[in-house]
C-alpha cells in the first residue's frame, strides 16, 4: 500500500477541516510571526522539510509484515486524533485570540506536536531512515518557528500571553 494514503487524513484535516469551521482560523494558521536572524533560515528549512514529508510518502510503501505495522499505526492513529482536536480547538480562539481550551491547556503548541506524532507513526508504517530524518529536521526548524511566534503572541497579547505562557508547557 502507498504510504501517500498517510497524509490524506493531515490535508483533509489542516486545510478542508479547518477551512470548513473557521476561514479566519485558517488564515491564522497559515500566518507566520516576523522572523530574524536565524529565524529566517529555520523557516526555508521548515518549508522545504514540510514539503517533503508531504511528498517523499508518495514514494514509499507501507510495511505490514511485523509488530512494526501494529505501533505504526497506534501512533498515527494517537497522531490523527490530536490533529483532530488541536484543529477544532484552534478553530475556536478565545475573545482574546488566545486558544486556551482543550490540548491548548496542556500545550501552547499541541498542532506542532500531533504533527510530530502523526509522522513518527508515519516513519514508523514506513520504516523509513530517510523519512524520519526529514521529520527531526522539521521538528527542529518548527522550533525556532515557535520561538518566534511566542516573541509575537507576548508583543500582540501582552500580560495575558505572558501569564498564559508562565501556566501552560510549550510542547508537553
Not at 76 to 103: D, R
Not at 153 to 166: D, L, S
Request: some cysteine.
Amino acid at each position: 500500500m502507498n504510504a501517500f494514503l498517510t497524509v490524506i487524513p493531515l490535508i483533509l484535516i489542516r486545510f478542508v477541516l479547518l477551512g470548513l469551521l473557521n476561514k479566519e482560523a485558517l488564515k491564522r494558521a497559515a500566518h507566520f510571526a516576523p522572523m530574524y536572524g536565524k529565524e529566517k533560515a529555520a523557516l526555508w528549512i521548515y518549508e522545504i522539510s514540510n514539503i517533503l514529508i508531504l511528498v517523499y510518502p508518495c514514494f514509499l510503501k507501507i510495511k505490514t509484515d511485523s509488530y512494526w505495522l501494529y505501533l505504526g499505526l497506534a501512533i498515527y492513529g494517537l497522531g490523527v486524533l490530536l490533529c483532530l482536536v488541536s484543529v477544532l480547538n484552534f478553530a475556536e480562539p478565545g475573545e482574546n485570540g488566545i486558544n486556551q481550551k482543550g490540548l491548548y491547556q496542556i500545550s501552547r503548541n499541541p498542532m506542532y506536536v500531533a504533527y510530530f506524532v502523526y509522522f513518527l507513526g508515519c516513519c514508523l508504517l514506513t520504516r523509513s531512515l530517510l523519512l524520519l530524518s526529514i521529520v527531526i529536521v522539521f521538528q527542529i526548524s518548527a522550533h525556532w518557528i515557535i520561538l518566534s511566534e511566542e516573541r509575537w503572541c507576548a508583543g500582540e497579547f501582552g500580560q495575558e500571553y505572558i501569564n498564559y505562557r508562565k501556566k501552560v508547557r510549550r510542547y508537553i
